[in-house]
Nanobody, 123 residues
Framework: QVQLVESGGGLVQAGGSLRLSCAASGRTFSNYYMGWFRQAPGKERAFVAAIGGSGSSTSYAASVKGRFTISRDNIEKTVYLQMNSLKPEDTAVYYC????????????????WGQGTQVTVSS
């Protein structure tokens, strides 16, 4: 069982930066493939970024590649999403998710989810 708690969301102007954190419980955090997803009002949940257990393997949605960076600290059991050059279209609720071992960019494949944190980017 894994519990996930996101933090770090807020209101920022376009061009600004935010860093989201996702703190996980459980003893085998390093065995989980971790992902960030987001859901904007009226839209479906969308993949943002994901990272493998060792941190060496990452993947990004095309819309955020080059602006966002995912990382993890397995000792602190935390995954991060550094978001730079934010745009109004990045406004959404951001969710952290965990999946045992196997990489995936599909939300339906993830077993555990956090409660989400709101990110609002003003123009």
């Amino acid at each position: 069982q894994v519990q996930l708690v996101e933090s770090g969301g807020g209101l920022v102007q376009a061009g600004g930066s935010l860093r989201l954190s996702c703190a996980a419980s459980g003893r085998t955090f390093s065995n989980y493939y971790m992902g960030w997803f987001r859901q904007a009002p009226g839209k479906e949940r969308a993949f943002v970024a994901a990272i493998g257990g060792s941190g060496s393997s990452t993947s990004y949605a095309a819309s955020v590649k080059g602006r966002f960076t995912i990382s993890r600290d397995n000792i602190e059991k935390t995954v991060y999403l550094q978001m730079n050059s934010l745009k109004p279209e990045d406004t959404a609720v951001y969710y952290c998710a965990a999946r045992w071992a196997v990489p995936s960019t599909r939300g339906v494949d993830y077993d555990y989810w956090g409660q989400g944190t709101q990110v609002t980017v003003s123009s």
